[in-house]
């Protein structure tokens, strides 16, 4: 008996065994009835997978002003001038406007210490966030840009996300591994049980996602070209496929 990994393709495959009607992702309802039509024996359902990598061309940064002061107005006041500046550095850095986003803004107020537990909340000032979504195009400028946006007034720097801005060709190099590899499960089990492969009845993908990007996370001062490393992006594509099954002939 051949065990099934778990997940979206193994409770399609055990619903077809079963006998059971249901319209899994990549199959409306009308298909999974014309595949459970055929004998339970006549068919196999496996998956496949594939990963392949490649070479960071776009990086996604955010950075942010914090800012306090005594009232929200002071604290708003001091933040948007630093915000300002910080933006204008970005954009002399070479990053075009329509890359820059703001990306989060908040106020709210800072509490001082109690001195008992029964004493009541005190507002002892405010603090005001301010965040900006910037995308890197020249990879190689990332640090430098870094240090540039540090120096004009970024405090926070949430994380860095390298990403293919255009990976279609290496998502379609995933895909096609993937149905290799799903062929040659089936093959391998069809072969251990005599009998061998058919044809393809139906192929489902499902959700590819990239694998984790290096992120980092920074405050304070940077120094300058600070040290950046884009490594490898990993993209992945998982695929159910159905093939029919037919007698070795032996």
Not at 63 to 86: H, Q
């Amino acid at each position: 008996m051949t065990t099934f990994r778990r997940g979206p393709a193994a409770a399609f495959a055990a619903a077809l065994f079963a006998g059971v009607l249901l319209a899994p992702v990549g199959f409306d309802r009308a298909e999974a009835q014309q595949l459970l039509a055929m004998p339970a024996d006549g068919r196999i359902v496996v998956t496949g997978s594939a990963t392949v990598s490649g070479a960071p061309d776009t990086a996604m940064v955010t950075l942010s002003v914090v800012t306090e002061a005594a009232t929200a107005g002071d604290a708003l006041t001091g933040n948007s001038t630093d915000t300002t500046r910080l933006i204008d550095a970005v954009k002399a850095a070479g990053v075009a406007a329509a890359d820059v986003q703001t990306s989060g803004f908040s106020v709210y107020p800072r509490y001082a210490d109690r001195a008992d537990d029964d004493a009541p909340p005190r507002i002892a000032g405010y603090t005001v966030r301010n965040g900006v979504s910037v995308r890197v195009r020249e990879v190689g400028k990332l640090g430098e840009l870094l240090d540039a946006a540090v120096r004009a007034g970024a405090n926070q720097i949430d994380g860095v996300a390298f990403t293919i801005e255009d990976d279609t060709s290496l998502r379609d190099q995933a895909r096609e591994g993937a149905v290799r590899d799903a062929r040659r499960k089936a093959e391998l089990y069809a072969a251990a049980a005599n009998v061998k492969t058919g044809r393809v009845l139906a192929i489902s993908e499902m959700t590819a996602d990239a694998s984790p990007r290096p992120m980092m996370r920074m405050a304070a001062e940077a120094a300058p070209s600070v040290p950046v490393e884009a490594g490898s992006v990993e993209l992945s594509a998982d695929v159910t496929v159905i093939f029919s099954l037919e007698p070795s002939g032996l």
